[in-house]
């Protein structure tokens, strides 16, 4: 652009410098002929003011292609300093979203923390109310142990011997409040009528099963009957 309007320019000035030198150096005749030939010369020469004409009109262009330029330029520069405007705000809203983000995080963490121990508190206290439930029921089955009590039979020393299952069931109550388990006595038997294997096991199977089941109305819980790898029994709490 700044090419063209200087051409433009360049040219003017060399066409006013050829007419000023043409004016001022041409005599015009004073006789007929020579007038004649004089301004058919002028008329066959290129007319000056055509080559102004078409300088001028490359300066308009020129200038409006610069004013369209400058337009341009602004109209970038307005564009750009918009974006640069709008990536701020932009980035201000994403720290602002990030900001909130992290306090609703650390929220949410405290809430859990604190579900977290009330939760530990509820464990605590259920298993405290458990264990004060079970000791309740321990010392009314140890102060009640001839409740539904029954007699077995203990085979020692070939003979075999009469007991009540009450002071059986009270050792075996008090190793629960202990919180520990109970071994039964060897040889325990729900009668002495067997004399094979067979009814023998069956014996001591049914004189199990009744001190479970007398336990179980005392206590409110049904014990647990274990054996062991020296094929003795234990009973727990549950």
């Not at 005599?27 to 058919?40: G, N």
């Not at 014990?223 to 234990?234: G, L, S, T």
Request: net charge neutral; charged share 25%; with cysteine.
């Amino acid at each position: 652009l700044r090419d063209s309007r200087e051409s433009a320019i360049h040219t003017i000035q060399c066409i006013l410098e050829l007419h000023s030198s043409t004016i001022d150096h041409c005599t015009v005749p004073t006789c007929a002929t020579e007038k004649i030939r004089f301004i058919h010369h002028c008329n066959m020469a290129e007319d000056p003011s055509s080559k102004l004409a078409a300088a001028a009109q490359e300066l308009l262009q020129a200038a409006g292609a610069e004013v369209s330029s400058d337009a341009q330029k602004k109209i970038s520069a307005d564009l750009v300093s918009f974006k640069e405007s709008a990536d701020a705000k932009l980035n201000t809203v994403n720290q602002s979203i990030i900001t909130s983000r992290t306090h609703a995080d650390d929220k949410i963490n405290t809430i859990d923390q604190r579900l977290y121990s009330l939760e530990q508190k509820v464990v605590l206290q259920t298993q405290e109310i458990t264990k004060q439930t079970k000791l309740q029921n321990l010392s009314f089955a140890l102060q009640n142990a001839k409740l539904n009590s029954f007699e077995y039979h203990v085979h020692a020393h070939n003979s075999y011997c009469r007991k009540d299952s009450s002071d059986l069931a009270q050792d075996i109550i008090f190793s629960f409040r202990q919180g520990y388990g109970h071994f039964l006595p060897n040889g325990c038997l729900n009668d002495c009528y067997g004399y094979d294997k067979a009814e023998w096991e069956k014996d001591k199977k049914d004189f199990r099963e009744k001190l479970v089941n007398q336990i179980h109305g005392l206590t409110g819980t049904k014990p647990r009957v274990e054996k062991k790898e020296d094929a003795r029994f234990v009973i727990y709490y549950s």
